[in-house]
């Protein structure tokens, strides 16, 4: 599908497609514009010209296209988490500039929860995305925490695979990480240095590994867990305000909570800011650095993960895999950084509830 027709659904020039398709930073007009333009080019199964002429040459000594699939399991759609949706768009982005085809993309929630897996047949699972591919499927990029369980049936289908999560498989596949239990280690380490020790988690927690590593910094800052200032919620926005709502309700709360994802405490902080009149204003601190954490009030500390190394790494990885080039595992990881805005301060600072 050619940017032309992208461009005569959206209503935007054949400049401003091309611009949008491969500059995940470039937003245009609006936000909403934008989001139109990328739904579009996901629908028509959009091709970089270079590869849909191979395409078309076949047997005139053009090298063959190879074919992506990505996997989404943390998400059920693009809107629900808006970290996982920049990431997408930059690894869609590098699968562009390889020349390569995107020829599905999949929301499989199901992949990251355990329970769920223990239920389900997998293998008809997968045995149903796959047919939807089959002969257009060289590679598999998994985005997000992926079972066990779930991994084996997909390496049954797929000889080359890439996993981009915070939550290590160890071996299984090659893998570009940002280590859930360091991101976590970083962000209680920060609150501890302003001087919290009533600290909360919210997220989701079952074989996670921001909160294994919650729970190891804690320990090793000698800091007790109270098991009242742990949420189990969904990581999204309605968790965060799920979360801070019972938070609201109790007399006893924690001074500062970190966040296993931004969007999430986006919810949270949207919560509080409705009820000021309860006067309870704690630290949050959240993982990822999505847009909306530089908008918020107030704006919203964060670990950063780099997104654009990640997605190059991955598809690159990938891309080697494909070709031939690298046999053994491989498993990169990228560090993370503190981005210290509004929304943490000192425990005793008198001035943090006039925000």
Not at 202 to 218: N, P, S, T
Not at 306 to 333: C, F, W, Y
Request: net charge negative.
């Amino acid at each position: 599908m050619s940017l032309q027709k992208i461009a005569e659904l959206t209503g935007v020039s054949k400049a401003t497609v091309s611009r949008m398709l491969n500059d995940p930073e470039y937003i245009g007009r609006s936000r909403e514009l934008h989001k139109k333009v990328w739904d579009t080019a996901i629908e028509l199964n959009y091709k970089p010209n270079t590869a849909a002429r191979n395409l078309k040459l076949g047997q005139t000594g053009e090298s063959k296209p190879h074919y992506i699939n990505i996997l989404m399991t943390r998400t059920e759609d693009q809107a629900t988490d808006p970290f996982f949706l920049d990431l997408l768009r930059n690894i869609e982005r590098e699968i562009h500039k390889k020349s390569y085809i995107l020829s599905h993309i999949w929301y499989k929630p199901l992949f990251s929860n355990d329970h769920e897996c223990r239920r389900e047949d997998l293998h008809a699972v997968v045995d149903k995305l796959y047919k939807q591919v089959e002969g257009k499927a060289d590679g598999l990029i998994i985005m997000g925490k992926c079972c066990p369980a779930a991994l084996e049936v997909l390496m049954e289908k797929y000889d080359h695979i890439i996993s981009v999560s915070r939550n290590p498989l160890n071996g299984y596949v090659d893998e570009i990480i940002s280590d859930g239990k360091k991101i976590s280690a970083m962000a209680i380490s920060h609150l501890f240095e302003l001087g919290h020790t009533e600290i909360g988690y919210v997220g989701i927690y079952q074989h996670e590994a921001r909160y294994k590593g919650f729970l190891d910094e804690m320990q090793k800052r000698g800091l007790d867990l109270n098991p009242a200032y742990i949420q189990d919620v969904p990581q999204t926005r309605e968790g965060g305000n799920l979360a801070m709502t019972h938070f609201l309700e109790q007399d006893n709360r924690p001074t500062a909570i970190y966040c296993a994802n931004a969007i999430t405490a986006v919810g949270m902080l949207e919560c509080l800011k409705k009820n000021k009149r309860k006067k309870y204003f704690p630290s949050i601190i959240a993982s990822d650095d999505i847009e909306e954490a530089k908008l918020t009030d107030p704006t919203l500390t964060t670990v950063s993960i780099p997104r654009e190394d990640i997605a190059r790494m991955a598809v690159t990885t990938l891309a080697d895999r494909i070709e031939g080039g690298h046999k053994n595992i491989l498993q990169t990881s990228f560090d993370c950084s503190v981005i210290t805005r509004g929304s943490c301060r000192a425990v005793d600072d008198d001035g943090w509830y006039e925000y």
